[in-house]
T-cell receptor
Framework: ETGVTQTPRHLVMGMTNKKSLKCEQHLGHNAMYWYKQSAKKPLELMFVYSLEERVENNSVPSRFSPECPNSSHLFLHLHTLQPEDSALYLC??????????????FGPGTRLTVL | LAKTTQPISMDSYEGQEVNITCSHNNIATNDYITWYQQFPSQGPRFIIQGYKTKVTNEVASLFIPADRKSSTLSLPRVSLSDTAVYYCLVGDGVLDYKLSFGAGTTVTVRA
């Protein structure tokens, strides 16, 4: 148990659906991250929020929309996804402000399948 | 950003010591070296971090030579449960948001 929870753990959606992934951290951290991990590929950083401000949008398509309403919660809103978006989506948090030396604590991930 | 190079995979047996070397030839003065472990279908987990010389914790040791162009993660007496992907990350302490996990090293421990 890392102190970072993600819901749902598994999600199957059609290409026309709209869904949201939720992440919650119980560690009092200041930065939160979304990563995508496709099968047999490295983790891809998608978004970084530091003190609730988005500080990084790593060329992610607009069909992925993040939201950080407060320092403990992070959402990833999904709409009109493609089958190639099927992947494990990981949320992480860190005590610092997203610096390279920060230890990131990861949640268990949401396994997303787009039909 | 300093690019890292690790072996794609390594095999070992229970009870042996596993050493994974990561090359980072263009590491910058302010960069730290961090290792994470990831089990299938789980998020990565922090193992150890260092800047120079040697760092040891209850899980692993990290050896960093004086020139810092490489580092070696040492896992003592591995067990089957140490089978995982191990990532070497290099980044500085100043707004390094694009820290990359790379492909990692898949370590397989056999009985």
């Amino acid at each position: 148990e890392t102190g970072v929870t993600q819901t749902p753990r598994h999600l199957v959606m059609g290409m026309t659906n709209k869904k949201s992934l939720k992440c919650e951290q119980h560690l009092g951290h200041n930065a939160m991250y979304w990563y995508k991990q496709s099968a047999k590929k490295p983790l891809e950083l998608m978004f970084v929020y530091s003190l609730e401000e988005r500080v990084e949008n790593n060329s992610v398509p607009s069909r992925f929309s993040p939201e950080c309403p407060n320092s403990s919660h992070l959402f990833l809103h999904l709409h009109t996804l493609q089958p190639e978006d099927s992947a494990l989506y990981l949320c992480a948090s860190s005590q610092g402000l997203g610096f390279g030396t920060d230890t990131q604590y990861f949640g268990p991930g949401t396994r997303l399948t787009v039909l | 950003l300093a690019k890292t190079t690790q072996p794609i995979s390594m095999d070992s047996y229970e009870g042996q010591e596993v050493n994974i070397t990561c090359s980072h030839n263009n590491i910058a003065t302010n960069d730290y070296i961090t290792w994470y472990q990831q089990f299938p279908s789980q998020g990565p987990r922090f193992i150890i971090q260092g800047y120079k010389t040697k760092v040891t914790n209850e899980v692993a040791s990290l050896f960093i030579p004086a020139d810092r162009k490489s580092s070696t993660l040492s896992l003592p007496r591995v067990s089957l449960s140490d089978t995982a992907v191990y990532y070497c990350l290099v980044g500085d302490g100043v707004l390094d948001y694009k820290l990359s996990f790379g492909a990692g090293t898949t370590v397989t421990v056999r009985a």
